[in-house]
């Protein structure tokens, strides 16, 4: 990379250009000048030079569908406007014979992930969890299972008593095949007090990931913000996550989620601006420095910005989706699904070269009739 090209109008992140361009590590205190800097496009393109140094030109995406079993919870989390009361209008939890249908109806566009996340149900047992997956993979059996939070795990490993490995082991004996990074939301405690004070705490969360890793599964990780964090909250959650990722190596992907306040406890709050969302996509891109990937989830940043986030530090766009309700029951005004051409079409005009990828990031190849092809003698690009 050549500094020389940088220019910044903040004179406070020359130094830090600096160290980006010898591939030094950045610290807590030059993640929180990032943050106060409001010099955006010198921090985007500090990124999308790490982004291009990692991928050159390519820009990932999937096929994938979302899959969100019960809303039901018991967590009651403030953030968050899907979950509900057993008995509360809109509750809904599905017969595993739902599940498989709802997996089925996406099928057209031949996904290779179904994404499952759902409520801390109150009464379904763990063999609903057991059973939904092995469903699911008797049924289509070459797509990737991408399920339960950390969080979720938490759940389980309480309702059943068992270790968080054995509920892991259990899961990956039924079909999981990685898991999701959401339920992170902000590692700090005073933040988790706030926003959701019944989940598992950061310190839980990160050691259910480690294991997640040390068994051989790959997760993701996500950071939400936009609501009640610090800036200083925000590098800390960051760094922590950098801090496992040295020790496990087990995360794929990073995903900034923009905190959407419609229809949740924190409905006074303002959203997120496009400024704010770019700086997240950029910062985690220069602060992640051993994360792959970083993804632009469009679902959540919406197509256009989500686009514009490929030339500020990401470099996936997440997928088909299909069928999404954590987002849209928080106000999201975005489609539910995009097609493959659409996907292809933002990318391209990002200048991007497109990669359709699989969950873990290998080249999906398509025979003719469009039916995936994986390519396993690729190593995982991560
Ligand atoms: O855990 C909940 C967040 C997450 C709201 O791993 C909210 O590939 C904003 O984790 N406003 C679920 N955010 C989504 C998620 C995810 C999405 C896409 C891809 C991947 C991946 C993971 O959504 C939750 C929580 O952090 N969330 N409510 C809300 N009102």
């Known amino acids: 990379m050549n500094c020389s ?33 409001n010099d955006l496009l010198a921090i985007g393109w500090l990124a999308n030079q790490v982004r291009e ?10 096929i994938n569908r979302h899959i969100n079993p019960t809303n039901t919870c018991v967590a009651h989390c403030r953030l968050c406007a899907f979950g509900r009361d057993a008995e509360a209008p809109g509750a809904y939890t599905m017969a595993l014979e739902e599940v498989f249908g709802t997996a089925a109806s996406g099928y057209s566009e031949a996904v290779t992930e179904f994404h499952i996340v759902g409520g801390l149900h109150p009464d379904l047992p763990f063999q609903y969890y057991l059973d939904l997956l092995r469903g699911l993979k008797e049924r289509f059996p070459q797509v990737h299972l991408k399920a339960f939070t950390m969080v979720e795990i938490g759940y389980f490993a309480r309702i059943t008593k068992m270790s968080t490995r054995d509920v892991l082991l259990k899961l990956r004996e039924a079909g999981l095949g ?6 992170a939301e902000i590692f700090h405690p005073r933040v988790r007090k706030i926003i959701c004070d019944h989940k598992i705490s950061g310190m839980m969360w990160l050691q259910t990931a480690r294991t997640a890793h040390e068994l051989g599964l790959r997760s993701n990780a996500t950071m939400l913000y936009g609501h009640i964090e610090t800036e200083e909250e925000r590098v800390d959650h960051l760094l922590k996550l950098r801090s496992l990722q040295d020790e496990t190596r087990g995360f794929v992907c990073f995903i900034p989620l923009a905190f959407h306040p419609e229809n949740t406890a924190l409905s006074h709050l303002p959203k997120t601006t496009g400024f704010l969302d770019l700086k997240n996509i950029a910062i985690s891109r220069l602060l992640l420095d051993n994360f792959p990937h970083v993804k632009a989830y469009w679902i959540m940043l919406t197509p256009a910005i989500a686009q514009v986030a490929l030339r500020f530090g990401a470099d996936d766009l997440d997928g088909t989706v299909v069928e999404e309700k954590i987002y849209h029951d928080a106000g999201a005004k975005t489609a539910q699904a995009m097609r493959r051409s659409e996907l292809i079409r933002l990318i391209r005009e990002a200048g991007r070269d497109p990669l359709e990828r699989d969950t873990l990031y290998r080249p999906v190849q398509r025979t003719p009739t469009g039916e995936p092809r994986l390519d396993t003698t690729l190593s995982v690009n991560v």
Do not use: M, W
């Open 53 to 62: 140094q990692k991928h050159g030109n390519v820009c990932y995406y999937n």
């Open 5 to 37: 090209q940088f220019i910044a109008e903040d004179k406070q992140l020359e130094p830090i250009a600096e160290k980006v361009t010898a591939g030094a590590r950045l610290s807590f205190e030059e993640g929180v000048a990032l943050y106060r800097s």
């Open 178 to 183: 990685s898991l999701p990074g959401g339920g």
